[in-house]
Each structure stands twice: as structure tokens, then as C-alpha cells.
């Protein structure tokens, strides 16, 4: 289902912490600044995840500057989910709420069920193995719905 690129887009999974800023970073990396990227959570009570940084630095994305914000403070800070053109929802809860908050606008939502790698392994490397997977998730999800990277 390649598509065009458009203007913007807003990742969401449950902490903005892993999966969301992943998304975030990969797409901006992918496919530059012509499209507006933004992540949100739909709780902000966790920091961006070491795990995360790691898995994403391999491939050539910061993480490291990333915090969180959950949609409640996207709205106080004044960005209105009717800016975007399209909300990716990675997680069931953020799904939900995507549709909870976008159903008086004309706004596409869409579901990737990207897989939660923070309860996976018990190691170092069985975790990084985890977020390795999720982020290969989120690689090959940005490929089929925008096409290869520029």
C-alpha cells in the first residue's frame, strides 16, 4: 500500500518512550522534512528508553534528545490533532484514543500493530534483541505504506 508522503504525521503509542519515538526518528531519517513528524504518548510518565536509543542509533537515528509528551500536554501546548493529516496509532491504547480525540475531524488513523519489546528478554542483548525487532517492525511498516527511502 505505497502512498504519497503527507504533510504531516503523528506517531502515538502508550509512553512515548519506545515505540513512537522510534517511528519518529526513523521517518524523519527515512524520509527528510518535507513531511512534519511528531510523537506522542498517551501517558507521559516514562523517559525515552536506553533500549530504544541503542537499537535506533545502529541504523543512524538520534533518540537521545527525545521527551516524551503525552497528547493531554500536546493539547495545552496548543497543537491541535486537526494539523495532521495522518495519525499512526502503535499500540491498541493509543488507537483508541487517536479515535476518541480525532472523531469530530476528517483525520485518518491508522493501526500498526508494532510489537511492545520492554518486557522481552532478561539480558542485555535479549532486550536489545526485542527493540531490534520492534524497530525492524516500524522499518518495514514506513516501506510498505511510503515507499523505499529517499
Not at 493531554?72 to 491541535?80: F, K, L, N, Q
Amino acid at each position: 500500500m505505497t502512498g504519497a508522503l503527507p504533510q504531516s504525521v503523528l506517531f502515538c503509542c502508550d509512553h512515548n518512550a519506545v515505540r513512537s519515538p522510534m517511528a519518529e526518528g526513523i521517518m524523519k531519517k527515512f524520509y527528510g522534512t518535507g513531511t512534519y513528524v511528531q510523537s506522542v504518548g498517551v501517558h507521559n510518565d516514562l523517559e525515552i528508553d536506553g533500549f530504544a536509543i541503542a537499537a535506533c542509533e545502529e541504523i543512524g537515528v538520534e533518540l537521545a534528545r527525545h521527551r516524551s509528551r503525552s497528547f493531554d500536554e500536546m493539547e495545552r501546548w496548543g497543537e491541535d490533532l486537526s494539523s495532521f493529516d495522518l495519525v499512526i496509532a502503535l499500540s491498541p491504547e493509543s488507537q483508541r484514543r487517536a479515535l476518541e480525540l480525532t472523531r469530530v475531524f476528517h483525520l485518518s488513523v491508522e493501526f500498526w500493530p508494532i510489537l511492545d519489546p520492554t518486557e522481552m528478554g532478561t539480558t542485555r542483548e535479549e532486550k536489545l534483541a526485542g527493540y531490534r525487532q520492534a524497530r525492524d517492525q516500524i522499518v518495514g511498516r514506513l516501506k510498505d505504506r511510503f515507499g523505499m527511502p529517499k
